[in-house]
């Protein structure tokens, strides 16, 4: 959550941080501020809501030349949303932009009070400004060395000094900094997204490590003063591909990129005999030989994503698959060993919570496979093997392409830990992985209904409350499909296994309420036909989706949905795509801003 641009160099600094900061505006966030070296003076420009607003009053603010600055998008942790609690914030010689979380700034005020030292903010960033400022004797690394020692928390920090112009100096740890140097000066920030129109080869700041940024060059070092050499990334797509490409939403853009991030997944990791292979990942054999017990942590999304893995994991290895709530998982006492293989997710790589269910799972002794979308991330480089889901940048709050990715990853895994097994054999694995080939064209036909899933949407648009009702992978999918209803719309949606509407549900179920009834699996297909009689009965307006050509009699629904017929095991690629464009059309006839919900960030780097 948050964005963070810096750029020191020798273009005007102003328009760089203003449009990198739009860049990030996909992040969340309620306020926005630059501050820049202007004629030897640090000038700030700060205010509550939107980059746009930012921009007008930068515009208003008179001509500024500078060559060097930073820029914040705030989404609020500590403090309300006013213009003063906006970063930057500045105290004495310290100007200070922040993501993250600082868990002791309390204690650092009152610290701070007893020198004299008050803030004017709500924030608890200043307290970090203030701090070092206070340490600072004219030596910028010493100061950041002594503050960080005292400071607890989450913590992506990038610092001007006023004795010290054209220069920047970053250090991090869990929130993240990506920084680059180009031929017109030194850039730093938040995501990658806003580095692409200057660079394709980026680094990843390591924890702990301090960034000095001059116009020349990128100076990194550790604590000790030492100086490190990062490691270089090289990103294989352009700027064009973080820009919505004539769609009126990226969201929309990336429901339709979905053939296309599924077939960049699946297809360079098979080879002859269609058979899975993870040579390119460095993902050896040995791994899947010894695991008794698999356990996949994730948050939202991506743990809708795990749910779908489990389903396939234990019936093709006849072993215990156990989906935990990243947030969950790491404040329990999980029995982990050296035979249990940790499978965590994360579109981002930087997922707080995620991040610290692989930390313990390390801890206990586990194997841990990682399914990230972004190469450097911190998953990425502190789990033992990575699977990339290859699904490009995902501008939209609402997880879309990268949901269905992960998908991928994980039916990957399904077949080649049940073939080195040897639970199915080769044959057998050729066999599904033609069936998860044949997923692409038929993600190509279910995009064709988009006018007809438009169309059940207008009858939604007034809707407070809504449910979802599944079986097996149906009910995985209800829950994926509420959660991205409500993330953007706002309606008040939850899924609920469909055998368990007489255990309290079906009293929520009145005349004209929406349920959306998933039925693509033949094997619960007649149940699922029972419980939808029992809603249908209560008045309900059902929308039924299912697979192929099922018979369904008339009076089941209101409306229906035939998915392209496929192997029931595949039909969470193409429920996922009704579901995204059913919220995604709700929201558009509701009026919202779909690619930034309220309240809601795309990468969640603090707890």
């Known amino acids: 959550m948050c964005g963070i641009i810096g750029f020191t160099g020798k273009l005007e600094a102003k328009n760089i941080l203003l449009e ?16 820049l070296f202007d004629n030897g003076k640090i000038r700030t420009i700060k205010t509550a809501g ?28 500590h403090g309300g949303v006013t213009d003063t609690n906006a970063h ?61 020692k005292r400071i607890e928390g989450a913590y992506a920090f990038c610092i001007l000094f006023a004795d010290e112009p054209e220069v920047i100096y970053c250090i991090r740890n869990a929130s993240p900094l990506v920084a680059c140097h180009a031929n017109d000066g030194s850039i730093i920030a938040s995501d990658m997204v806003a580095l692409i129109p200057y660079s394709k080869d980026y680094f ?16 990194v070092m550790n604590l000790e003063k030492e100086v490190v050499v990062p490691k270089m990334i090289h990103v294989n797509w352009d700027v064009t591909a973080a820009q919505k490409g004539g769609y009126p939403h990226f969201m929309l853009k990336e429901i339709f990129e979905q053939p296309e991030s599924i077939r960049s997944t699946i297809l360079p990791r098979i080879i002859k005999g269609d058979l899975p292979d993870f040579t390119v990942d460095r993902i050896p054999n040995e791994i899947f030989e010894k695991v008794n017990r698999v356990i996949i942590t994730a948050c939202g999304t991506a743990m809708h994503a795990g749910l779908v893995g489990k389903a396939m994991l234990e019936k093709l290895l006849r072993i215990p698959v156990e989906v935990d709530i990243a947030s969950e998982f790491r404040y329990q006492d999980p029995i982990i060993d050296k035979n249990t293989l940790v499978i965590t997710i994360s579109q981002s790589g930087e997922t707080a919570d995620t991040l610290a269910s692989l930390r313990l799972a390390k801890e206990l002794g586990a194997t841990t ?14 789990s033992d093997y990575v699977l990339y889901t290859q699904a490009g940048p995902e501008i939209a709050v609402a997880s879309t392409k990268a949901y269905t990715a992960q998908l991928s990853c994980l039916y990957l895994i399904a077949f080649k830990f049940a073939l080195i097994r040897g ?8 066999a599904y992985m033609k069936e998860l080939k044949a997923v692409i064209p038929a993600i190509e036909k279910t995009l064709t209904l988009d006018k007809t899933v438009e ?11 809504l449910f979802f009702i599944g079986r097996g992978l149906d009910y995985a999918l209800s829950c994926e499909g509420s959660i991205k209803l409500k993330e953007i719309s706002y309606i008040h949606s939850e899924a609920y296994a469909a055998g368990e509407l007489k255990h309290g549900t079906l009293s929520l179920v009145t005349e004209g309420v929406p349920v959306i009834a998933l039925a693509t699996q033949a094997k619960v297909y007649s149940k699922m036909i029972s419980n939808i009689r029992e ?4 008045g309900a307006i059902v929308i039924l989706i299912t697979n192929g050509d099922a018979e369904v009699e008339a009076t089941l629904y209101d409306y229906h949905i035939a998915l392209p017929a496929m192997n029931d095991f595949f039909t969470p690629f193409s429920s996922a795509i009704v579901l995204q464009l059913l919220a995604y059309y709700t929201c558009v006839h509701r009026g919202f801003d779909v690619d930034q919900p309220r309240n809601l960030a795309k990468a969640v780097t603090v707890e």
């Open 20 to 35: 990198g900061l739009a860049s990030l505006e996909y992040r969340g966030y309620d306020s926005a501020g630059i501050s």
């Open 50 to 77: 939107k980059v746009t607003n930012l921009v007008d009053k930068a515009e208003s603010s008179g001509d500024i030349t500078s060559t060097c600055g930073i820029g914040h998008t705030r989404w609020a942790t």
């Open 88 to 148: 930057p914030h500045a105290h004495g010689k310290v100007t200070l932009i922040h993501n993250g979380i600082i868990e002791n700034y309390h204690e650092l005020e009152v610290e701070l009070a007893t020198a004299g030292r008050y803030p004017i903010s709500q924030t608890d960033t200043e307290m970090v400004a203030m701090l070092i400022d206070s340490l600072y004797t004219g030596n910028a690394i010493d100061a950041i060395r002594e503050a960080i």
């Open 204 to 219: 990843v700041l390591p924890e702990h490590h301090i960034a000095r940024l001059t116009k020349d060059d990128i100076v």
């Open 369 to 382: 496979l990682s399914v990230v979308n972004v190469k450097g991330s911190t998953i990425d480089r502190e």
């Open 423 to 430: 639970t199915i054999t080769e044959a057998q694995c050729g």
């Open 455 to 465: 169309e059940i949407s207008r009858g939604l648009a007034d809707t407070e409350d």
């Open 535 to 538: 809603v249908r009965a209560r």
